[in-house]
């Protein structure tokens, strides 16, 4: 038969580890949504959030996430998707997954209009403050990441992707000329999930709006 005996506990060590604990904690908020939150984005100090299956762009206070009373309801947005904000313009950017559009908020004026639609599936957004990176996990010929001017909407080109990229999850274009790509299928394996840099070289230019 054995016996176990604990060690003794030093009560200075438990007091530093809790007052430890205690400033980690003090340092963080935490946002709680019962609905499956879809897109998150961040514009002063004023956070917003879009949920699946809701036309209502939710309100948060940026340092106490406390839930703020001018929330934005978008009439005939049915199933967002992703969103991101353009800082230049003050926009919220929100890409609907049926009916496949990207949606267009102005948080100053709290006008929406339905500013792209679209024929292929949208994954999610990036902006600079020039273009939207829009990617499209199966465009109808092969995954594609869209450059669209954030001004008027018209669609710049096509970013050149390796073939072996059979899925795209998620892409941003960074300031040195290129795109940071979530996708699966590597070189080596086409069940791979990776993530790589590609350079952001239009293929296919598109006519702008008139």
Not at 41 to 69: E, G, M
Not at 80 to 103: F, G, H, K, N, S
Not at 141 to 164: E, F, S, W
Request: proline residues 4%.
């Amino acid at each position: 038969m054995y016996s176990s005996v604990a060690s003794p506990v030093d009560v200075t060590t438990l007091q530093c580890n809790l007052h430890t604990m205690q400033e980690i904690l003090s340092n963080y908020c935490v946002l709680c949504v019962v609905d499956e939150a879809t897109g998150v984005a961040q514009l002063d100090d004023v956070v917003y959030v879009v949920c699946d299956k809701s036309a209502i762009i939710r309100t948060f206070n940026a340092d106490t996430l406390s839930p703020l009373n001018n929330d934005i309801h978008v009439e005939g947005m049915t199933r967002p998707r992703d969103m991101v904000v353009c800082r230049t313009q003050r926009q919220l950017l929100i890409a609907e997954y049926e009916p496949r559009c990207i949606w267009r908020v102005s948080v100053d004026q709290l006008q929406n209009e339905k500013w792209m639609e679209t024929e292929y599936e949208i994954a999610s957004l990036s902006v600079t403050s020039q273009r939207l990176l829009v990617t499209c996990p199966s465009a109808p010929l092969r995954p594609t990441l869209r450059l669209v001017r954030t001004t008027d909407g018209a669609q710049i080109g096509d970013v050149r992707l390796p073939r072996y990229m059979r899925w795209l999850w998620h892409a941003v274009e960074t300031t040195r000329g290129t795109c940071v790509v979530a996708h699966e299928g590597t070189s080596q394996d086409k069940r791979q999930d990776a993530v790589s840099r590609v350079v952001t070289c239009c293929v296919a230019l598109f006519i702008s709006r008139e």
